[in-house]
């Protein structure tokens, strides 16, 4: 009996693993913070050193007129739009992976920062957002 070999392994395991990364999303986030995307969604690091928190997001190809970076409470919301770079009225395509289009991702800064200083810049293609650390979490109230 022949053989037959199914090419959709590759298909199987994109669907896992954009499952697996909705699900961390879901799961990591607070209730009422749910990651949006209206198209496609730019990878995104977060880390921190001594100092500062760090956001690191893919942006190759954004429209810096479009991109948009928004700071509510303790929630950074991003958003823009990657266009096609060529505009090729008759295309014919062999093979599509780079998505285009509007997003929005909503990412929650995990540790406590200065809001008056924030840096944003892009290098790369790469949008890198640095916060402040805010020295300590802790306030005295004063009661009357």
């Not at 893919?58 to 096609?84: H, K």
């Not at 890198?128 to 004063?142: A, G, H, Y």
Request: proline share 6%.
């Amino acid at each position: 009996m022949p053989v037959i070999k199914i090419g959709i392994s590759k298909e199987i395991d994109k669907l896992r693993r954009e499952f697996n990364h909705i699900m961390d999303e879901l799961f990591r986030l607070p209730l009422g913070a749910v990651t949006c995307s209206t198209g496609w969604i730019p990878a995104i690091d977060v880390y921190a050193d001594a100092s500062s928190v760090y956001v690191v997001a893919d942006m190759a190809g954004v429209d810096l007129e479009s991109l948009e970076l928004v700071l509510e409470g303790q929630f950074l919301r991003m958003s823009g739009i990657r266009r096609p770079p060529l505009t090729i009225k008759e295309k014919r395509f062999f093979q599509m992976e780079v998505e285009y289009g509007p997003f929005e991702r909503v990412i929650r800064i995990p540790l406590p920062i200065e809001q008056d200083e924030i840096n944003a810049r892009i290098e790369n293609g790469l949008l890198i957002v640095r916060f402040l650390k805010r020295n300590s979490d802790r306030m005295q109230i004063e009661v009357k």
